[in-house]
């Protein structure tokens, strides 16, 4: 039934034999010995447009029509970094009247990345839940949310943004 398929930076292509699945047969039905135009009028072909998803060392295809899907499990990465924003946010508290730099070599960040932490720990609670319980959109990932340098305040700006409605 499967003739090929073609995997592209922007799309997977599939052709397959149209008699095959027109066939009540339990053989294939395809003529092989046959001219290659006929061949190919026997082909139904398929494109889907897709988008590669890297997580760490794991690459997905993400199926256009599927992009807004939920992964099936939580992404460890993530979840990670919302524990350390949580841990940093709770270390800057427990440290007084110490200059932010001085907590942050502490904790063993950069005053940059520290910085990033503290924004990150101000995420709307249901945003976090959904990271936790593995219900983020499929394109939410670290990197992406380690980039967003404008996090709005309000939570219903966040979840706007960040794609959670």
């Known amino acids: 039934m499967l003739h090929r398929i073609d995997l ?10 149209v008699a095959v699945l027109l066939s ?10 046959g001219e290659p135009a006929q061949m190919e009028a026997q082909l139904h072909h398929i494109s889907m447009p897709v988008c590669r998803l890297r997580r760490g060392r794991e690459v997905r295809l993400i199926i256009s029509e599927s992009m807004d899907a ?7 990465v993530l979840v990670r970094l919302i ?8 270390a800057m508290h427990a440290a007084g009247d ?13 005053e940059k990345y520290f910085t990033l932490l503290l924004r990150l720990a101000t995420l709307d609670p249901g945003i976090v839940q959904a990271i936790v319980e593995g ?17 709005p305040i309000d939570w219903a700006s966040q979840r706007s943004a960040l794609g959670f409605l």
């Open 8 to 17: 592209h930076d922007d799309r997977i292509d599939i052709s397959i034999y």
């Open 24 to 33: 009540e047969r339990s053989d294939t039905g395809i003529d092989t010995s």
């Open 70 to 76: 939920n992964p099936a499990t939580a992404d460890p």
């Open 83 to 90: 524990a350390t924003a949580h841990a940093a946010q709770a």
């Open 98 to 110: 110490l200059q932010l730099i001085d907590i942050a070599k502490a904790q063993g960040f950069t």
């Open 135 to 151: 219900r983020q959109p499929a394109l939410f990932t670290r990197q992406r949310l380690a980039k967003i340098t404008n996090l």
